[in-house]
């Protein structure tokens, strides 16, 4: 059971709290997992800070809605699994969740069959088994041989493999009954998995896991739903199996058929984070105009632009003298850009006009500029943040000068 939000930086957990209004689109997941024909595995994709815990935290909100409502729900388990890390094989506490949803009454039963899967799991080399299973080369893995060491000191014989592949039949049946007594002993409600913060697993872990949910994990009426960077686990894909013909994004779409891509934040969304972040209920807090804001993907995190606001609205609500002419918009930005690009604005940050200049000049083609590290130079979403915000249709000099300021201001409130 949840227990309320304590802190404006952690997971939303209530629906009242949904200022994003991505409700909807939890419950459309929701549905899916509740379907007979969903896939057995579903992604939930997004980058840091858009809200993949909270998009997860709804949907089991809205579950136990419905539940209390009388409605045959599925039966939803949620696991961190960047708590289990430590354990070297991420499929470890799925089956142990597993085990508990049969319960002790089970236990002669399934022992056994746990027992077993978890051998399997250990000794077997999934990702031969995957390629196998993709009609791809097997001379493409790198090493396969030390996948099988476990199940022979030397070099694999046919024997070998046969007794591999028994066991793998096994363990895959064997899987399917734990699933079958787990939801037995649950009114036989469709079992559904949300594995959270697969991207902060090492890459070997992670791609284990995915490979073992393909092989192994596999059931009916089962759906497992990674919440995931998908672009951090295909380079994880990638940097795995280097030297290949490997594509990390084409691997990743074969273990996850169904992806969902959490929508970005609107300027609706936009205001109401802005208006959480608010420390109190204060007289004569500036206020934010959203427009100002470049609509970039980089930029439009929710958690960043959380984080953003808090940090300005504490700035103008501190009792301390503020010694700048600058708007509140250019101190917004300026917060925003510290969050987004922290490694550029510890270069730009100056109470110096001239050494503001100076770095700006590296993006208006100046003839004097600060030099600047090529990624930075060149990155166009950082161009357009700075056009936007700091240059566009303002006078350099003036400009500078406020930047300068506004700088040396937020010094005073613990930024760089």
């Known amino acids: ?66 539940e209390k409502e009388g409605r045959t729900q599925p039966l939803i388990q949620y696991l961190d699994v960047w708590r289990y890390e430590i354990s070297g094989d991420l499929s470890i506490p799925l089956l142990v969740q597993i085990r508990n949803l049969i319960g002790a009454s089970k236990q002669p039963v399934y022992t056994n069959s746990w027992r077993r899967i978890v051998g399997v799991l250990a000794q077997a080399g999934t990702d031969i088994l995957l390629r196998k299973a993709l009609d791809l080369e097997l001379n493409d893995v790198k090493g396969y041989v030390e996948n099988l060491k476990d199940v022979a000191p030397s070099k694999p014989t046919l024997r070998d493999l046969e007794t591999l592949m028994d066991d793998i039949r096994d363990a895959q049946d064997l899987f399917r009954e734990l699933v079958r007594l787990a939801r037995h002993a649950h009114q036989d409600r469709r079992l559904v998995f949300l594995i959270d913060n697969l991207d902060r697993c090492s890459p070997e872990n992670v791609v284990r896991l995915l490979e073992s949910t393909k092989n192994f994990l596999d059931a009916p009426d089962c759906t497992w739903v990674f919440a995931m960077d998908s672009g951090v686990i295909a380079s994880y894909i990638d940097r795995k199996y280097d030297d290949t013909q ?10 996850i058929p169904e992806q969902y891509h959490i929508p970005p934040v609107s300027w ?74 922290p490694a550029f604005y510890e270069r730009f940050s100056s109470n110096s006009p001239d050494h503001v200049r100076g770095v700006l000049e590296n993006f208006t083609q100046g003839s004097n500029p600060i030099p600047l590290p090529n990624d930075l130079i060149e990155n166009r979403s950082l161009t357009h943040y700075i056009h936007s915000c700091f240059i566009k249709g303002k006078h350099l000099d003036e400009t500078c000068g406020l930047l300068a300021s506004g700088m040396n201001w937020l010094r005073e409130m613990g930024l760089p």
């Open 268 to 341: 609706t969304g936009f205001l109401k984070l802005v208006q959480a972040a608010i420390p109190s209920a204060r007289p004569g807090l500036p206020s934010i105009d959203p427009q100002k804001i470049p609509q970039l993907p980089e930029v439009l995190v929710p958690r960043r632009l959380l984080k953003t606001a808090h940090r300005f609205y504490r700035s103008y609500a501190a009792p301390i003298p503020r010694g700048t002419q600058a708007s509140p918009d250019m101190i917004f930005a300026l917060i925003l850009l510290y969050n987004t690009w």
């Open 1 to 66: 059971m949840f227990t309320k939000n304590t802190n404006i930086f952690d997971p939303i957990r209530e629906m009242e709290l949904d200022h994003l209004g991505r409700l909807q689109f939890a419950r459309q997941l929701l549905d899916r997992v509740s379907e007979p024909d969903c896939p057995s595995t579903l992604g939930l994709y997004g980058s840091w800070g858009v809200g993949k815990t909270s998009i997860l935290n709804l949907m089991l909100a809205l579950n136990g809605r419905f």
């Open 246 to 255: 490997m594509d990390g994004n084409s691997y990743l779409d074969k273990i």
